[in-house]
């Protein structure tokens, strides 16, 4: 008997209320990357104390442009803390791309190479940016699994809520584009 095979590349996994992981309490994904491999996504909600300046500077580049500087860094998963994964909007027709870099069908583009900040640090580069350290990791099933057992909801993801939105209002933002209010969802099983 083979299982229908889902595909949740280029949506967002939204962590329901009673998710008892404290890593994803809360959180955002936007997955680049499912397949019967498994899955890769980064968490978009969850700012650190290390700002886009402060990276810059620890991987010895310039970063000259204020607002970008002052960004925040992304807890995007426990897996590879130490490195970092840069999401942003799909570069130029010519194939003008990174070295390392992971393109979402129809969504957007994850780089892991330096290249990208050193475009982002000449005033190249993508505009739209989020740069987070780790990312969010399933193996085969996994997430699959998680999801029967109502861990997170998804819904198809949209680069406003990863690059316009207030990080404190994504998760809200998130859950209105399937029309739920997140006061509706309780942890406590239906007590009428």
Same mark, same amino acid.
């Given at each position: 008997?083979?299982?229908?095979?889902?595909?949740?590349?280029?949506?967002?996994?939204?962590?329901?209320?009673?998710?008892?992981?404290?890593?994803?309490?809360?959180?955002?994904?936007?997955?680049?990357?499912?397949?019967?491999?498994?899955?890769?996504?980064?968490?978009?909600?969850?700012?650190?104390?290390? @700002?886009?300046?402060?990276?810059?500077?620890?991987?010895?580049?310039?970063?000259?442009?204020?607002?970008?500087?002052?960004?925040?860094?992304?807890?995007?998963?426990?897996?590879?803390?130490?490195?970092?994964?840069?999401?942003?909007?799909?570069?130029?027709?010519?194939?003008?791309?990174?070295?390392? @870099?992971?393109?979402?069908?129809?969504?957007?583009?994850?780089?892991?190479?330096?290249?990208?900040?050193?475009?982002?640090?000449?005033?190249?580069?993508?505009?739209?940016?989020?740069?987070?350290?780790?990312?969010?990791?399933?193996?085969?099933?996994?997430?699959?699994?998680?999801?029967?057992?109502?861990?997170?909801?998804?819904?198809?993801?949209?680069?406003?809520?990863?690059?316009?939105?207030?990080?404190?209002?994504?998760?809200?933002?998130?859950?209105?584009?399937?029309?739920?209010?997140?006061?509706?969802?309780?942890?406590?099983?239906?007590?009428?």
């Amino acid at each position: 008997m083979s299982k229908e095979r889902i595909d949740l590349t280029n949506q967002f996994l939204i962590a329901m209320p009673g998710m008892v992981d404290e890593t994803f309490a809360g959180s955002v994904v936007y997955l680049c990357e499912h397949n019967e491999k498994g899955a890769l996504g980064l968490v978009i909600n969850k700012p650190i104390s290390l @700002t886009l300046g402060n990276l810059f500077e620890k991987v010895e580049l310039e970063l000259n442009d204020e607002d970008m500087a002052a960004r925040p860094v992304f807890f995007g998963g426990p897996v590879q803390t130490e490195r970092g994964f840069v999401l942003h909007e799909p570069l130029d027709e010519q194939g003008n791309h990174y070295n390392a @870099t992971l393109a979402v069908p129809g969504g957007l583009e994850m780089t892991t190479s330096r290249d990208v900040l050193e475009a982002l640090s000449n005033g190249a580069g993508p505009k739209r940016v989020l740069v987070t350290l780790g990312y969010s990791g399933w193996a085969a099933g996994q997430l699959e699994e998680e999801l029967g057992r109502n861990g997170w909801i998804t819904v198809d993801a949209t680069p406003e809520i990863i690059f316009d939105t207030p990080i404190e209002e994504r998760y809200d933002k998130a859950l209105a584009l399937l029309g739920i209010d997140p006061r509706m969802l309780s942890q406590e099983a239906g007590h009428a």
